[in-house]
């Protein structure tokens, strides 16, 4: 609980965020509960848990799709999204970023060790933006955009917890 305050206290809304591309994707997706209800047509399409009906909303902003972590990184299309566990993250899974939209790792905050691990995750030179939005972050490679991290508020309110 102590976890989720200091998050909640030291992370910012989409107003706080001083990336363009990190703003938009805040705006339009994120905290856009219009764009939220457009994804929530599957009720019943595997799309349970807190960061899935989001990475659906981002991956179909983005021009992605979805794809659970037992892959291989040469075997995915471009602009696929992963979503692993964060204690099932191996550092050869950042391959998968040179072809997909972004990573999506879950339950970094469960633990002190996932996260130890997620802090290593975001000072990999791979990772040139992520977004923690406690229950579950984001990872992206933009070689466009300098190394950015950043903590976002989850919207619960839209999403449910």
Not at 35 to 47: E, H, L, N, P, W
Request: aromatic share 14%.
């Amino acid at each position: 609980m102590l976890r989720f305050l200091y998050h909640f206290l030291t992370s910012n809304s989409r107003h706080g965020t001083h990336s363009p591309f990190v703003y938009e994707l805040a705006d339009s997706v994120i905290y856009n509960k219009d764009f939220a209800d457009t994804v929530r047509d599957g009720k019943g399409s595997g799309y349970h848990s807190k960061g899935e009906y989001l990475s659906r909303a981002i991956s179909r902003k983005l021009g992605g799709k979805l794809m659970s972590s037992d892959l291989h990184a040469n075997s995915i299309d471009r602009n696929t999204v992963l979503i692993i566990d964060i204690s099932d993250f191996k550092e050869s899974d950042l391959a998968y970023l040179e072809n997909s939209c972004f990573i999506q790792v879950n339950n970094i905050y469960q633990t002190r060790e996932n996260l130890k691990k997620w802090k290593s995750m975001i000072s990999n030179p791979a990772i040139d933006v992520s977004i923690d939005l406690y229950y579950f972050g984001l990872l992206f490679h933009r070689p466009q955009q300098r190394k950015e991290n950043f903590k976002l508020r989850y919207p619960f309110w839209i999403y449910g917890f």
